[in-house]
């Protein structure tokens, strides 16, 4: 039995970019265009005023930013596109990390005023390790911008691969005149206004280059000049450079106004890949065995990319997020989750379209489902309807920032145990246990982490605590070739020893020499600063 007529009608992909580029409205478009209408039930649900805003939402409101990443999925063309909006915000970059594992291509946001800025280049290197095919929407093109030939320029040096514009602009800011479809021939006339739908829009054939030079004036003359430059400076677009990451198809226009958006949404459908094949390792004789796993398999398999707690204030229930890899969900089945081989049971199981989340009548490859569980689910984990597979690749990186937990009233301590199990298995920040006791750590990449975690304690978990600065720069998760020589490692330094929320041993550091002195002392420990995954355990302490 094999389920690829379903599979290959699945586009799953991310939307990336710097803080400000118009990455949210962008997304509002595409669901609006699809006909999912207003903004999709978003797993930050600050859209969705059912659900209870809680203090960390409030965050998001007063600074105007993403703090989590929100799932989306709509119909379109008869294709079902799985949308992830990721977090902007740079102190939020790990839950983007691990969004972009779960998508099979990613939509890149510019502003055309600012060109690539910082965030935007840390999460293409992501996308180049993992060879995730990029198309490019330039924003904001009714603004005063720089030239579309320098923007160009600018991605195609920091992209380290060619551009081939799929649309082109003529004019900008005031003079904004429209954009030129390369695909279709045609040019499409700007009108401003946030209301209008695409079929609104004035269209006219490049066979009427006449009218056009007349209507458009000088504007029109020096786009079709730097058009010429730009398409005879590009290759052709090739479907198997774009999709091995080797080059990008770039879109001119404006997200706020509704314009250039219904061609990147055609775009995901005739372009973007389907669900690709994913490897695993599987356990023969007790050894594991690297095998790629086919979307159109029979068999259920998916990966958990993100779990959200307390998403309904009222059920203190979690939603771990899997991206499905093979097989058909359906309600009812039996499932395993690998790393501990117990059955999980979710209390219900969604899709999230429209304004709401929905029961899933059934899934395929590249969908992704929320399980409602109350613990027992990690990121990382695997889970499947009985084979025993591990996908691997779930980046945790080791963190930056470290803050000693206070609690403020003491008699609370099984509160805070509880909020910190269930934040930190979340992802939302990272907890080391001192395996010496005393107070718990925090560890995160960026400060915000900690303001979220701390607002989050008190409004979800009803603690209040306080956070103090420490001696430690950094963690190192270690493992031994030997568990003589870990016991021996552990022993000479007891007190920079910790378990993280998987229970993995890491080592604390105070300064980069650190590592290098334990190193010289001990050349049989493996320090590393990335851990991939709880399920293939870097050692623990015995």
Request: charged share 25%; net charge negative; glycine share 8%.
């Amino acid at each position: 039995m094999t389920f690829a007529h379903e599979t290959r009608r699945r586009r799953t992909f991310a939307i990336i970019s710097h803080p400000d580029a118009g990455k949210t409205t962008l997304t509002e478009k595409l669901l609006l265009f699809s006909g999912a209408i207003q903004i999709a039930g978003s797993v930050k649900a600050r859209k969705a005023s059912r659900h209870a805003t809680s203090d960390w939402m409030e965050i998001e409101k007063q600074r105007g930013i993403s703090v989590a990443s929100s799932v989306m999925q709509m119909l379109y063309r008869d294709h079902v596109i799985n949308l992830l909006d990721t977090p902007g915000h740079k102190d939020f970059s790990e839950d983007t990390y691990r969004v972009l594992t779960a998508v099979d291509s990613a939509l890149m946001v510019i502003d055309a005023a600012n060109g690539v800025e910082a965030q935007t280049r840390r999460l293409i290197e992501v996308c180049r390790q993992r060879d995730t095919p990029i198309i490019t929407f330039v924003n904001k093109m009714d603004r005063e911008v720089r030239d579309p030939l320098d923007i160009l320029d600018e991605v195609e040096r920091e992209l380290g691969m060619p551009c081939v514009p799929m649309t082109w602009p003529v004019g900008q800011g005031k003079s904004f005149g429209g954009i030129v479809n390369l695909r279709t021939q045609a040019m499409t006339v700007f009108d401003s206004g946030s209301e209008r739908l695409p079929q609104d829009f004035e269209t006219i054939p490049l066979t009427e280059q006449a009218q056009l030079a007349e209507r458009f004036g000088m504007e029109w003359q020096t786009a079709m000049d730097s058009m010429e430059l730009a398409t005879g400076a590009s290759p052709a677009f090739d479907e198997a450079a774009f999709l091995a990451g080797k080059q990008t198809p770039v879109f001119f226009g404006s997200g706020v106004n509704n314009f250039g958006v219904m061609e990147v949404l055609d775009a995901l459908v005739d372009l973007a890949p389907p669900p690709r094949p994913r490897t695993s390792s599987v356990l023969v004789n007790k050894q594991p065995v690297v095998k790629e796993i086919q979307p159109e398999d029979s068999a259920f398999s998916g990966v958990v990319f993100k779990v959200q707690a307390n998403m309904d204030a009222n059920h203190r229930d979690r939603i771990a997020f899997v991206r499905m890899a093979s097989g058909k969900y359906t309600p009812g089945m039996k499932l395993k989750v690998q790393r501990t081989a117990k059955e999980l049971r979710p209390t219900s199981v969604v899709t999230f379209l429209s304004q709401r989340r929905e029961a899933v009548d059934e899934a395929y490859a590249g969908d992704i489902i929320g399980f409602t569980t109350h613990g027992g689910v990690q990121l990382g984990d695997t889970i499947t309807d009985g084979a025993n597979l591990l996908f691997t690749g779930l980046p945790f990186f080791a963190p930056e920032l470290f803050m000693t937990v206070i609690l403020k009233n003491p008699l609370r301590t099984k509160q805070l145990q509880q909020g910190l199990d269930q934040l930190g298995e979340e992802g939302a920040i990272q907890v080391f246990k001192p395996e010496i006791g005393g107070p718990m750590l925090l560890g995160a990449v960026g400060q915000l982490q900690f303001e979220v975690v701390q607002h989050r304690l008190k409004a979800e978990y009803d603690c209040d605590v306080r956070l103090e600065g420490c001696q430690y720069t950094g963690a190192r998760w270690i493992t031994a070739d030997t568990p003589a020589e870990l016991r021996e490692f552990t022993n000479a330094y007891p007190q920079r020893m910790s378990l993280d929320a998987a229970g993995t041993l890491a080592y604390l550091c105070t300064s980069p020499y650190d590592v290098r002195l334990a190193q010289e002392r001990f050349p049989k420990i493996h320090f590393h600063p990335l851990r991939e995954h709880a399920g293939l355990a870097l050692g623990s302490a015995g």
